[in-house]
């Protein structure tokens, strides 16, 4: 795996933390950070809301219910996760994509989604 701090963000600064609590990353460091390991793609920092939870959970993938055996609570509005750049854009393509947070937002999901959609859900804009 890349250091994270040699991972940048789509501004092309250093990849800042997601979430610690709950603990988010495909690595569980709190970050989007990634290697060829993270097949899923977990870039997005996404604040997520009850409508996206609902439409996760309508493609199969139940981010609410708590998982024990994971160390997983389940996410509620406004925490925030590593959500798969594939997900996040079909999300955003169905009209109920979360919120994202740029600086924590790891750059290689710019080859997957253009980031102009991105900055159009952000919320670490001025």
Request: proline residues 4%; hydrophobic residues 40%; aromatic residues 8%.
């Amino acid at each position: 795996m890349q250091p994270l701090a040699q991972q940048t963000n789509v501004f092309g600064d250093p990849l800042q933390s997601c979430s610690m609590d709950p603990l988010t990353g495909f690595f569980r460091t709190g970050c989007c950070d990634a290697d060829s390991e993270d097949i899923g793609k977990h870039f997005v920092c996404a604040r997520v809301n009850d409508v996206f939870l609902q439409y996760s959970l309508s493609q199969g993938n139940d981010l609410i219910t708590p998982r024990a055996e994971f160390n997983f609570a389940g996410l509620k509005a406004g925490d925030q996760w590593c959500v798969c750049a594939n997900r996040w854009l079909e999300a955003f393509n169905a009209g109920c994509a979360p919120a994202v947070v740029l600086t924590s937002t790891n750059a290689k999901v710019l080859e997957i989604v253009d980031l102009e959609k991105l900055k159009a859900h952000a919320v670490d804009l001025n």
